[in-house]
């Protein structure tokens, strides 16, 4: 069964920094991309980032880009998103998404299994 | 970036009841289009990708169909654990927009 369970959430100031994790099992790791997609309170879903299987390829929404980082450590079956100079409106549940191959271009970066997501507040 | 536009925003049908919800993307995006369900304080689950491709799991009360632009998302017989709001999302080309979302009440 697959499994993804995210962690590093929490209250941070604005201009601070976060390193969110999503620790996966029940498929080989590796072989899968993955996005992370965040909803803010209240309101709908967003996609904010994604990784090929291997790494190799990362992908940005412009809300994000040049401040958060994606990245994944194959040998733990581990997913980070590191965020810097987090604002307010970053505040949000961020949830862990499998794909369903390896790689998000042309035509297949959807989420097939999904995280129970880890709430982010970025508030003085 | 690609706009999605979901439509109605909400509505309310009565159990049994036949339900379709419009999706229209703001330039092509073929067949890549994917529909979420998101209970109430629960995870969004998949229901539909490809357009037309049902979920493993998914019962089959729940059909969608489309291609280009335009898109729909169908519930043939509408019961109370339908309860719920859904998004699609078009995975044509990055990033990967979702819909603003419908959300299903039972009247």
């Known amino acids: 069964e697959v499994q993804l369970v995210e962690s590093g959430g929490g209250l941070v100031q604005p201009g601070g920094s976060l390193r969110l994790s999503c620790a996966a099992s029940g498929f080989p790791f590796g072989g899968y991309a993955i996005s992370w997609v965040r909803q803010a309170p209240g309101k709908g879903l967003e996609w904010v980032s994604a990784i090929s299987g291997s790494g190799g390829s990362t992908y940005y929404a412009d809300s994000v880009k040049g401040r958060f980082t994606i990245s994944r450590d194959n040998s733990k079956n581990t997913l980070y998103l590191q965020m810097n100079s987090l604002r307010a409106e970053d505040t949000a549940i961020y949830y862990c998404?499998?794909?369903?191959?390896?790689?998000?271009?042309?035509?297949?970066?959807?989420?097939?299994?999904w995280g129970q997501g880890t709430l982010v507040t970025v508030s003085s | 970036d690609i706009q999605m536009t979901q439509s109605p925003s909400s509505l309310s049908a009565s159990v049994g009841d036949r339900v379709t919800i419009t999706c229209r993307a703001s330039?092509?995006?073929?067949?890549?289009l994917a529909w979420y369900q998101q209970k109430p304080g629960k995870v969004p689950k998949l229901l539909i990708y490809a357009a037309s491709a049902l979920h493993s799991g998914v019962p089959s009360r729940f059909s969608g169909s489309g291609s280009g632009t335009d898109f729909t998302l169908t519930i043939s017989s509408l019961r109370p654990e339908d309860v719920a709001t859904y998004y699609c999302q078009e995975y044509n080309s990055a990033p990967w927009t979702f819909g603003q979302g419908t959300k299903v009440e039972i009247k």
């Open positions: 998404a499998k794909g369903p191959l390896g790689y998000c271009s042309g035509g297949s970066c959807y989420g097939d299994s």
């Open positions: 330039q092509g995006i073929s067949n890549y």
